[in-house]
């Protein structure tokens, strides 16, 4: 595939902390990865609620020739409903049992995902001919343990048909999709060509295996895996490369990467030269860790607890599509309840929230003409942010207010469409500057056909338009794993994106620079800057609503009365001081000394016409607030925190803002 050409840069960067932030952003991403998840007090939880939890009901159970569903893993690893032992649980009492964890994720229903049938028919309508292979490759990821299954017994292709009428291929990315596969092709294998044993063996993570239990009841024999525990094993449909069509259908002899969330965490520090036994894997953020040993199986109380235990939340971004599907239980024929969604819904949110980015909005200069502000953002996802399926997207807003709130500025808004204002008609850029606010920060694959021009069909996606998606950590363009990683329509002048301060690949950043006209305004603004996430944003469904199938029409209606609210990422609240300095010389008012070295600061010549004195963080938060009432001299503690403050001092008709520096 095409690589982006990095060109030596000349243009000065502005200097980032970058040692700090770079501690910071590891910290981060272990402690997320390697400790447990533990939800405020205040999540909603099925785990205790008799009805919520539903003791396994709905779940599919049975088998076919080489597969055994959920439901017939739940009678040990689910909730232990007789109590004989505290099984499943962790020593806090939390119920971590792996079932109901597990099916209200998007793991857990991605075989009766409607946006993901309406895709499959949309592809098929588009073109007819390939429906049976469309089709089979689509299940394959999607329907494993059917799909798969009719492959093993060399019954051909598999379709939507046959998934209508499987319930084993209706339970979704299963238990055996993951613990059945064969160590010997991970990291080999991708675009759903997944390898699974042929005999009666699972694989997990603990070398001392108890093998009574499955052999008695199921005719299964655990083993120990290490490969359970590998980026690889997710792999095989985590990078999934397509085959190119023209317009008229036929092949073209390109390839199309729909998604490498696998080798683009191999094109990272977490997975780059990193052993299986050392790297900080998809398992360890999906699948988080609990140091407490937890017995495993129900009924069996001498059983040795196991530690660490990775908890099945596998929360990633997609709240619209989890919101969506608890709206339409009954109607999609889900086996989680509302209460089991809203849990996924929390820790999907806290996953986006917490473990995503670092955001940091600073003024770089500002005079009566412009503001010159940068949205600084560092990936802290071990592949790129947004990854996975080309319809996911985030943007930044930025809003400029003054001192009476009244917008100055405005980019990145979104309208009640929830779609992008300021959104060109086809794609928007990449930004390395923004001066007007019909010009956005949007994160994203674009794609491209065969005569360049955007499409959402998959088949006829030959090589992306746009991809600016944020890089991981330690992500370079000399990396073996790039040709399937690529970065297209990010500017050559573009110097800090995923570049440090010294021009070296692999800072995991971009810099957004706003040029914000002020027209003549001194005064003080309030700049607001957030970051924004969309899975399935109103643009990319527009292609496909234009044709009509069952599927395309269940999901338009389940679409259209959605809420499409994109989910906020990240914010940042930044005050900036009025430029008219000597307005407080002119009210009479005296503040000494500045810097305050000693954490102490006085205000000289207060008078009647001041109503208040405030001190606030540079964020805006209120630390303390005075009435003079009269009083000339006031004096001003400030925290023991360094940095930067603001002043502000009120009178009956406007307000007066000074920047207080802490050392």
Not at 443 to 469: F, I, Q, S, W
Request: hydrophobic share 40%.
């Amino acid at each position: 595939m095409e690589e982006l050409i990095h060109r030596k840069r000349f243009r000065k960067v502005r200097r980032r902390r970058w040692p700090v932030l770079l501690v910071l952003a590891m910290s981060i991403v272990v402690l997320a990865g390697w400790t447990a998840d533990v939800a405020p007090a205040n999540e909603p939880r099925y785990h205790g609620d008799p009805v919520g939890r539903g003791a396994g009901i709905g779940l599919v159970s049975g088998e076919n020739e080489y597969f055994i569903a959920s439901g017939n893993c739940y009678g040990c690893h689910g909730i232990d409903t007789m109590g004989v032992v505290w099984a499943n649980h962790d020593a806090q009492g939390r119920d971590v049992n792996v079932p109901d964890a597990w099916r209200s994720t998007m793991m857990g229903n991605s075989a009766r995902d409607p946006f993901w049938l309406a895709k499959v028919s949309h592809e098929v309508t588009v073109n007819p001919d390939h429906a049976a292979v469309l089709e089979d490759r689509c299940t394959a990821c999607h329907a494993p343990l059917g799909r798969h299954n009719k492959h093993m017994v060399g019954g051909g292709l598999y379709s939507v048909g046959d998934l209508a009428f499987d319930l084993l291929g209706q339970d979704g990315v299963s238990c055996m999709a993951c613990h059945k596969q064969r160590p010997d092709s991970l990291g080999l294998s991708f675009s759903g060509d997944l390898h699974f044993e042929h005999d009666r063996i699972i694989y997990g993570p603990f070398d001392e295996v108890f093998t009574g239990a499955m052999q008695s009841f199921l005719n299964i024999e655990p083993r120990f895996g290490a490969h359970i525990n590998h980026a690889a094993l997710c792999g095989g449909c985590h990078t999934l490369i397509t085959n190119t069509v023209d317009l008229d259908g036929e092949l073209s002899g390109d390839h199309f990467v729909e998604q490498a969330t696998y080798h683009e965490w191999l094109n990272s520090i977490y997975g780059n030269g990193s052993s299986p036994a050392n790297a900080i894997t998809c398992q360890g953020c999906h699948v988080p860790r609990t140091g407490d040993g937890i017995v495993l199986a129900a009924l069996y109380d001498w059983l040795t607890p196991r530690s660490p235990f990775g908890e099945h939340h596998m929360a990633g971004a997609n709240v619209f599509m989890l919101e969506l599907l608890k709206n339409n239980l009954n109607e999609l024929g889900l086996t989680a309840s509302s209460t089991q969604f809203d849990t996924t819904v929390a820790r999907t949110t806290r996953m986006l929230q917490q473990n995503t980015l670092i955001m940091e909005t600073s003024i770089a200069n500002r005079d009566a003409d412009t503001a010159w502000i940068d949205v600084d953002l560092i990936n802290l996802a071990g592949h790129r942010f947004p990854s996975g399926y080309p319809s996911r997207r985030a943007f930044i807003e930025l809003l400029v207010l003054n001192q009476e709130n009244d917008t100055l500025f405005q980019s990145g808004r979104w309208n009640g469409a929830y779609e992008v204002i300021g959104h060109d008609p086809e794609w928007e850029p990449h930004h390395d500057v923004i001066t007007s606010p019909d010009q956005a920060q949007i994160y994203e694959m674009v794609m491209g056909d065969v005569n360049g021009n955007k499409t959402t069909v998959l088949e006829r996606a030959k090589e992306p338009l746009k991809d600016n998606r944020l890089a991981p950590l330690g992500f370079t363009s000399t990396h073996y794993a790039y040709d399937t990683t690529g970065v297209f329509g990010v500017p050559i002048a573009d110097v800090d994106w995923n570049r440090t301060e010294a021009g070296d690949e692999g800072s995991g950043a971009d810099i957004t620079h706003y040029h914000v006209p002020m027209s003549g305004y001194t005064g003080a603004i309030r700049i607001e800057a957030r970051v924004w996430y969309q899975s399935a944003p109103p643009r990319w469904m527009e292609e496909m609503f234009d044709h009509n199938t069952p599927a395309i029409d269940t999901f338009r209606t389940l679409f259209q009365a959605a809420d499409g609210t994109p989910v906020l990422v990240k914010e940042t609240v930044l005050l900036d001081p009025s430029l008219a300095v000597d307005d407080l010389r002119e009210l009479g008012v005296r503040i000494f000394p500045d810097p305050a070295t000693d954490g102490t600061l006085w205000i000289d010549g207060l008078d009647v016409r001041t109503v208040s004195v405030e001190l606030r963080s540079i964020t805006g938060a209120l630390v303390s607030t005075y009435a003079p009432r009269g009083q000339r001299l006031y004096l001003v503690v400030l925290p023991d925190v360094p940095g930067n403050y603001l002043l502000i001092i009120r009178t009956r008709d406007r307000s007066f803002v000074r920047r207080i520096v802490r050392p």
